[in-house]
């Protein structure tokens, strides 16, 4: 829709998503966190999930807007002539170009929700821990840092990153690629 349509409703949310991206993630907490408390969601995977999706949707926004914009309209439109409704020409056409922006954008929101820390150690304190935050409790102030499970711990916590990065990764070579030779 960013790439595709001007008014003044857009620019003013996209602006408003950049505006909240540069937000530091403690401002936003701070206010939320008596809230979520009266309403009995602290220490649920539930709301760590929806406030990872909402704190991440403006950066995969923005990645798929830069994606999206090197596709050329006329592709569209020519569907648009073909008899495509609007959602077979996304489905069928705009879609699989942005397949690497897709691809792209997945990766670096699993990234950065997978690594978080802030969101969890402020509503999850026991049931819905989080890896950054076991990790934090194994470094023990008073008995000493025991190394071999901080190590064991830090590699199981990069395992999936990484089995998900080398899954995708034909996709990544292939954005990074994309427009390289003519």
Do not use: C
Not at 20 to 39: C, D, E, K, Q, S
Not at 88 to 111: E, H, K, N, Y
Not at 112 to 132: G, Q
């Amino acid at each position: 829709m960013y790439s595709r349509h001007r008014n003044r409703f857009l620019t003013y949310s996209a602006f408003f998503m950049i505006v909240v991206r540069m937000v530091p993630p403690i401002v936003i907490t701070l206010p939320l966190f008596p809230a979520l408390n009266y309403l009995r969601l602290s220490d649920t995977h539930v709301l760590l999930i929806v406030l990872y999706a909402t704190f991440f949707v403006s950066l995969s926004t923005w990645i798929m807007k830069a994606f999206i914009d090197q596709i050329p309209r006329e592709m569209e439109e020519a569907a648009f002539v073909d008899g495509a409704n609007l959602f077979q020409t996304v489905t069928r056409v705009t879609l699989p170009l942005a397949t690497q922006g897709l691809v792209a954008s997945a990766v670096f929101v699993f990234i950065f929700a997978w690594n978080e820390f802030l969101f969890a150690f402020i509503f999850a304190a026991n049931r819905a821990k989080t890896a950054p935050i076991i990790i934090s409790e194994m470094q023990n102030a008073v008995t000493g840092v025991e190394w071999g499970p901080l190590f064991a711990a830090a590699t199981l916590q990069v395992a999936p990153i990484l089995v998900f990065v080398l899954l995708v990764q034909r996709f990544l070579i292939a954005g990074a690629t994309v427009g390289s030779i003519k």
